[in-house]
């Protein structure tokens, strides 16, 4: 099973005081995505008009590691709007299902105390966004060692989890999103003594294994089933086995 999961993905580069570097950049972007990544900023730009601060691009086309047919393509905005904490939004004049791949638009509030507001977002554009458009704020939200601060998956497990096993039809995509947030929060786990980030599944996965060699081929088969999400009755199996297990282990974290 393991041996047709390709390896994508790689851990974050830390600098000489330990702190996470930003791998995002424009050219990692592929020539033929740009085009796209325009259109949904003017989206963004005509739906929110002089209430937009800036549109973000994060995830593995922001980081060179795109694969068509698995990746997604996820963008956000900072609004001025309060007491937006994340929302997924519909864009004026931009249609998500004509694409052959999931994109994710989404807002957020912004504010003098947006750090304070909303740390987990400003972790993530100071560690792995990419600014499309706007005001580039990375250099003036706090830096990040691989720590429990960095720690954030988890926090959504006992809802995540239980809104998942209550549902009364299959969906493969709803399957895909709590088998990620499984994996994120297994990592997440051994983050500390790791020493090391990713949010890259496959490294999730491995690093994870290094630490719970007991929890590892359940572990594998989450991936697995991510990348093949047709089992419902397994993967509810593994949802309830793994995830009680680490919720669990999040207690003494």
């Known amino acids: 099973m393991l041996t047709l999961i390709q390896p994508i993905g790689r851990y974050f580069q830390l600098d000489e005081q330990g702190f996470v570097l930003n791998d995002t950049r424009s050219d990692a972007i592929p020539i033929y995505l740009n085009q796209l990544l325009e259109t949904i900023t003017a989206a963004y730009q005509a739906t929110y008009g002089d209430a937009l601060h800036s549109v973000w691009l994060r995830g593995s086309l922001a980081r060179g590691l795109f694969v068509q047919s698995i990746s997604d393509i996820d963008t956000f905005a ?60 990375r250099t003036e939200l706090p830096k990040h060692r691989p720590s429990k601060t960095m720690a954030m998956h988890y926090k959504w497990l006992v809802e995540d989890i239980q809104a998942f096993l209550i549902q009364k039809r299959y969906h493969p995509k709803d399957s895909q999103a709590i088998l990620k ?35 590892e081929l359940l572990m594998r088969e989450i991936l697995w089933h991510y990348l093949n999400p047709l ?11 793994l995830g009680t297990w680490m919720l669990k282990e999040y207690e003494d974290f």
């Open 231 to 241: 089992d419902f009755e397994r993967i509810v199996y593994l949802v309830r086995t």
């Open 78 to 137: 900072l609004v001025y709007q309060a007491n937006i904490r994340w929302k997924n939004v519909d864009l004026v004049n931009f249609d998500k299902s004509s694409f052959p791949f999931e994109v994710e638009c989404c807002i957020s509030s912004f504010s003098e105390t947006f750090t304070q507001q909303n740390p987990a977002l400003a972790m993530q554009i100071q560690t792995q966004a990419h600014c499309l458009w706007g005001k580039d704020i």
């Open 181 to 215: 947030l499984l994996l994120r929060s297994g990592f997440e786990l051994v983050m500390p003594r790791l020493g090391r980030y990713t949010p890259d599944l496959y490294y999730c996965y491995i690093s994870f294994a290094c630490y719970y060699p007991d929890k």
